[in-house]
């Protein structure tokens, strides 16, 4: 019997894997959390275009807390004191921003009280809006979102409380005070702005009531903005030529007051709700009001609170605000 040897068989070394490089703990948080402080430090560098989306983010903004306790909570999991201290920057930047928001900056005193009103022109309960609205008291109320079947309902039902109004189009005012030189403002082919001057005990005060164009968002063009922008321009010439030095300016601008795209009309008059409120007074919708884009805006006077009403039938709040002249 002969046996064959078995051939030799390669003897084969494998090669030695290159190391793994490991991922730092917590990197994807950290980037997170320093990506949001930019944003709160700098909301300005966030480009506008495409879609307009720096007035959206302007606009989201306070809402940005809402990712602050997920980065914790992310950071705490990953167990990595680098992304916990990258959380506490954004935290800081958003108090800075929004901490004196949250604040009661109410005072006492004021001469007249100012009520803005979008009473949508689909609102199934106009009389019980208008009543509910005249038993706020205002010296000075403005209504947005008119239509001609129930702008002669709220004539009627405010007629008693205010012996002075004027109304054309979809927008309004009524007041306790005597009202001259009201005239519609062109700022679109209908009728959405207006002009009074109110002739208070103190003075004449120079009111107007604008409804700026709706904004829509959608995948394919964004933030659509360029209707209400165009007529912002418009209502901010004719008051830049105001002559009366103490102006308040009511209504629904479809725009919170940290839209850059507003800031031609915000950086001349103060937010009545920024310096003298409690809380951002989000209006709309008035079921969960998630932004404020009904506005009192003032110059020349000084806000002393700022408030919300109670909702009525439409889907924003009122808005309220008592003035010292």
Known sequence: ????????????????????????????????????????????????SPGHLGSLADT?????????????????????????????????????????????????????????HNVNQDNPDPEGTARQLAAAHADIL????????????????????????????????????????????????WSRALRATAETPRGPLAV?????????????????????????????GFIRAEDVPRAVVLGDFNGSADDRALRPLTSRFASAQATSGAGFGFTWPSGFPVVRIDQILVGGVRATSSWTLPATRSDHLPVAARIAL
């Open 1 to 48: 019997m002969t046996i064959t040897p078995a051939p030799d068989r390669p003897i084969t070394t494998a090669e030695p894997r290159p190391p793994r490089r490991r991922r730092r703990r917590g990197a994807l948080t950290t980037a997170c959390a320093v990506l949001l402080a930019a944003l709160l430090a700098c909301p300005g560098l966030l480009p506008d």
């Open 60 to 116: 989201l903004l306070p809402w940005t807390a809402l990712t602050l306790p997920l980065l914790l909570v992310s950071a705490l999991v990953r167990r990595s004191r680098t992304a916990l201290a990258a959380v506490a920057l954004p935290l800081v930047l958003w108090l800075t921003a929004f901490g004196s928001t949250l604040t009661d900056k109410s005072a006492g005193g004021g001469d007249l009280t100012v009520v803005s």
């Open 142 to 189: 403005a209504l947005e979102e008119l239509s001609p079947g129930t702008a002669p309902v709220y004539e009627r039902t405010l007629a008693p409380a205010y012996r002075y109004h004027f109304f054309q189009g979809t927008v309004g005012i009524w007041s306790v005070f005597p009202l001259h030189d009201a005239r519609s403002l062109p700022i679109m082919p």
């Open 208 to 236: 107007y009531v604008a409804h700026l164009p709706s904004v829509r968002v959608s995948p394919a063009a964004g933030f659509t903005t360029g209707a209400r922008d165009a007529a912002l321009a418009r209502l901010t």
